[in-house]
């Protein structure tokens, strides 16, 4: 679980971001979407997509870090936030791209752009049997600079007769 005693201080962070934003933002997440666990009983990819939303909106209500208010870069453009006073067109050093993953390592995504990103790794514990009151767990956060050189596209699988 990512608690503040549990950052690595060592890791690099975005300007201004600090961990104890990063911890605030974990409670937002783990809060807001406590009542939400049937979508991801129902569909798990679209419960991934709100973890990773709610991490834009909590940084940017507890962070130097804010969402585009431009509704279609927010939702279809990289990046989800951007350092306060950075201007429309953010450097890739002042651009943060909020991605969540139940996966420990993997990391999926539609951009190959160059910033740092934010992973929020989750689980979900519908009997709340690791953390009482805690139907979600961020339990680890990543946070890294990606440069395009950085990411490998891979073909989908599925073809015309879907995953064999």
Not at 68 to 80: E, T, V
Not at 83 to 110: D, F, I, M, Y
Not at 148 to 158: C, F, I, R
Request: no cysteine.
């Amino acid at each position: 679980m990512a608690r503040k005693d549990h950052f690595n201080r060592k890791v690099p962070l975005p300007s201004g971001l600090t961990t104890t934003a990063i911890q605030k933002a974990v409670d937002y997440i783990e809060k807001g979407l406590a009542d939400l666990i049937e979508i991801y009983l129902e569909q798990a990819n679209v419960f991934s997509a709100l973890v990773g939303i709610d991490g834009a909106k909590a940084l940017d209500a507890t962070s130097v870090y804010e969402k585009h208010r431009h509704l279609d870069l927010a939702q279809q453009r990289f990046p989800d936030l951007r350092k306060k006073g950075s201007g429309p067109n953010p450097s890739p050093l002042v651009s943060l791209e909020s991605k969540a993953s139940k996966r420990p390592w993997a990391l999926q995504s539609h951009y190959d752009h160059s910033g740092w990103y934010i992973v929020w790794r989750y689980l979900i514990d519908p009997t709340m049997s690791l953390e009482a009151n805690k139907p979600v767990i961020i339990w680890r956060v990543d946070v890294i600079f990606l440069t395009k050189e950085d990411w490998k596209y891979e073909v989908s699988t599925a073809g015309v007769k879907g995953n064999v």
